[in-house]
């Protein structure tokens, strides 16, 4: 297993899925971020949250949005953002193709780690299939963001969200099978920033509690 040095700091902030798209479908388009956990502020666009002071506790990468094109290119779309934050640009089609992306989705985690290793090093695949986590596996993902973000490398996270436990904007009557990426996290409150392609009802970027993330990934995984 590879060594990895935990940096100083962090750069400052600059689905599979089963459905048809709700909201924006324009790609780069952003809306907002809004906010799950109680007392967390709610940022307007992605400009505003670049320009907002960051809250004590809290690191957020800089990331190119945007919006999947596609019903099943939530893979390609994740993948884009966090490759963004380090400089790396690619077409959602061309990571549809490096990806093995076909209309069903993309189908394992491990897919993207190879396609983001392939661009930048340092990813590896972190399979969750105890549902509910266990403790150590919940342990090993917030230390993984932590990680990941103080290093500037966005986590990829492949999520299951049934009704009565999704994220915000998600349609309520269906299970979506997902990708999405994570691009910051709050110590104080235990909170993480999450870019959506989907952009379900607008809902493009959010937080979301920690406890929430770890709950949506089982019985799929994440690249970190």
């Known amino acids: 297993m590879r060594q990895r040095k935990l940096a100083a700091s962090a750069a400052a902030l600059t689905v599979m899925l089963a459905v048809p798209l709700l909201g924006p479908a324009?790609?780069?388009a952003t809306t907002g971020?809004?906010?799950?956990?109680?007392?967390?502020?709610?940022?307007t666009s992605a400009a505003e949250?670049?320009?907002?002071p960051r809250a004590m506790g809290?690191?957020?990468?800089?990331?190119?949005?945007?919006?999947?094109?596609?019903?099943?290119?939530c893979g390609p779309a994740a993948v884009r953002i966090a490759l963004s934050a380090r400089g790396i640009y690619r077409t959602q089609g061309?990571?549809?193709a490096q990806l093995g992306t076909h209309t069903g989705g993309t189908d394992w985690i491990g897919q993207v780690t190879r396609v983001l290793s392939n661009h930048v090093g340092w990813y590896e695949t972190k399979e969750m299939p105890n549902d509910p986590p266990t403790q150590a596996q919940k342990d090993l993902l917030w230390r993984d963001i932590v990680l990941n973000i103080n290093n500037n490398y966005p986590i990829v996270a492949n999520i299951v969200a049934p009704?009565?436990?999704?994220?915000?904007?998600y349609p309520p009557n269906q299970t979506i099978y997902h990708y999405f990426?994570?691009?910051?996290?709050?110590?104080?409150?235990r909170t993480v920033l999450i870019a959506d392609p989907a952009s379900f009802s607008g809902y493009q970027f959010y937080w979301l509690t920690f406890d929430h993330l770890a709950s949506l990934i089982p019985p799929k995984g994440y690249s970190a």
Not at 33 to 43: D, F, I, N
Not at 163 to 169: F, S, V
Not at 181 to 189: A, H, K, L, P
């Open 94 to 96: 061309d990571l549809a």
């Open 49 to 52: 949250l670049a320009e907002k």
């Open 33 to 43: 971020v809004t906010t799950e956990p109680a007392g967390q502020p709610v940022v």
């Open 163 to 169: 009704p009565g436990n999704q994220p915000p904007g």
């Open 26 to 28: 324009t790609a780069g």
């Open 58 to 73: 809290e690191v957020i990468l800089n990331v190119d949005y945007q919006v999947q094109e596609t019903g099943y290119w």
């Open 181 to 189: 990426t994570v691009i910051g996290y709050n110590d104080v409150n």
